[in-house]
């Protein structure tokens, strides 16, 4: 367990299930979102020689000297990307991936993140580029649905971004709060126990700031061309899109090809580049449910690299939602 610059309790989400599909843990593994340092850590504790560090966030990394300096080059930090992670390392033991946002992040009024406290529009985790605000307050009406329906599945998409436009002509749009207080105005009060009115909104808008679905299937092939034979893939993720993605991804390297249908042809075995640890994907137990209720969406998938070559991938066939820009 780490603590967030607030103070708040980080605690790994499906760490456990994690470590016991990885065993023996040992050798060079990366971690592709350190964050606060919870699964690098509990990697090195388990018998991993080596964690390499990366985070976009340079925050992450500034935090990371402390609790990492007892550790010595055991720790290497690196300031990148998942679609990058070859770059960093080859021939690697294993590979974990904790997709979306972090408790630090979301703790962090001045990072824009969270409407639950003001602040900023931002939302960037690598601090840097176009952030939320400059989406928001720049964006055509038709893209800003386009992203409210992709990539947060957000019904009311067209209402809201017609409210967004229209409020943005008379001031821009500066804060959380404001456009928190946007999207509430355009949907039915939310009822007890039932998330937010603007979460699915906040989502999408912090997605498409990151290009977070670009980097997760950047990320899957990179780790492809990172891992030794033998070497694991674990990935964490938090909603049915990030999963749906991993899942088929993950299929697809580890079926080697299809028996074909009257609606698709046969296709060409292949040698699998994957062998799944499960086809179904590990989710979090009664006593990390009670004790981390952010686990509560989180599903784990692992998979063992093989020796084969890297394979090609369809964006589309992994139902990757794609911007009307990019189809």
């Known amino acids: 367990m780490s603590a967030s610059p607030g103070g708040t ?11 016991a599909a990885a065993a023996p843990v040992s050798g060079v593994w990366l971690d592709g979102t350190l964050g606060a340092g919870g699964y690098a850590r509990a990697l090195l504790e388990a018998g991993a020689a080596k ?46 991936l904790d997709l979306g946002v972090s408790s630090m992040q979301l703790d962090q009024a001045q990072r824009g993140f969270s409407f639950m406290r003001d602040g900023p529009l931002d939302m960037r985790m690598s601090q ?3 952030s939320a605000a400059d989406l928001v307050n720049e964006a055509a009406e038709a893209e800003l649905a386009d992203i409210l329906y992709l990539y947060g599945e957000e019904r009311a998409s067209r209402r809201i971004a017609r409210t967004i436009v229209k409020n943005r002509a008379e001031a821009p749009i500066e804060t959380t ?15 007890p126990g039932q998330a937010h009115p603007a979460t699915r ?16 299937i950047g990320g899957l092939e990179a780790a492809e061309r990172a891992l030794r034979p033998g070497g694991i ?16 991804f993950f299929q697809d390297r580890a079926d080697g090809g299809g028996g074909g249908s009257r609606h698709a042809p046969v296709q060409e075995a292949t040698d699998r580049q994957f062998t799944l640890k ?8 009664s006593a ?35 911007l009307k820009r990019d189809r």
């Open 128 to 130: 840097g580029g176009a």
């Open 51 to 96: 964690v390499i560090g990366v985070d976009r966030d340079p925050a992450a990394l500034e935090l990371a000297k402390g609790w990492a300096a007892p550790y010595g080059d055991r720790v290497q930090l690196v300031e990148g990307v998942f679609s990058r992670l070859d770059e960093y390392a080859e021939g690697l033991d294993g590979i974990v």
């Open 201 to 216: 909104s906040f989502q999408a808008i912090r997605i498409a700031v990151n290009d977070e679905y670009g980097e997760l």
């Open 288 to 322: 990390e449910l009670a004790a981390n209720p952010r686990s509560r969406s989180a599903k784990l998938r692992v998979a063992v690299r093989s020796d084969a070559a890297p394979g090609m991938t369809d964006r589309k066939a992994l139902g990757m939602p794609l």
């Open 9 to 19: 309790p980080h605690i790994p989400v499906l760490i456990g299930p994690l470590i």
């Open 177 to 191: 709060l404001q456009l928190a207080g946007i999207v509430e105005k355009c949907l039915p009060r939310s009822k």
């Open 278 to 285: 499960s086809r179904k994907a590990v989710t979090a137990d």
């Open 233 to 248: 893939l674990a990935v964490v993720t938090f909603h049915s899109i990030e999963d749906r993605m991993v899942k088929r």
